[in-house]
């Protein structure tokens, strides 16, 4: 099982010979989003956890206060 998952996460080799060297990969387009997604919590994690937090303790004061 985790071997499908390896494939399903790195994508299918294919080679552009003659024009490109190198290994390309094709990726299904769950693995693309999946990339995505993980791309852009790896660049922006700081802020993502900071605003987590802030509502967090937000909706916990709201319902202290609410009482």
């Keep these: 099982m985790l071997e499908k998952i390896k ?3 790195i ?11 190198g290994i390309r990969y094709k990726r ?3 693995s693309k989003t999946a990339h995505t997604f993980a791309d852009f919590y ?3 994690w ?7 937090f ?3 303790g937000l909706v916990i004061a ?5 009482q």
């Excluded at 700081?46 to 987590?52: A, G, L, N, Y």
């Excluded at 709201?62 to 609410?66: A, E, N, Q, V």
């Design 54 to 56: 802030t509502v967090c």
């Design 11 to 21: 994508g299918e080799e294919y080679y552009l010979e003659g024009v490109l060297p």
């Design 46 to 52: 700081k802020w993502i956890w900071t605003s987590v």
């Design 42 to 44: 790896v660049v922006h």
């Design 62 to 66: 709201y319902l202290k206060l609410s």
């Design 28 to 30: 299904h387009w769950t």
């Design 7 to 9: 494939k399903w996460w």
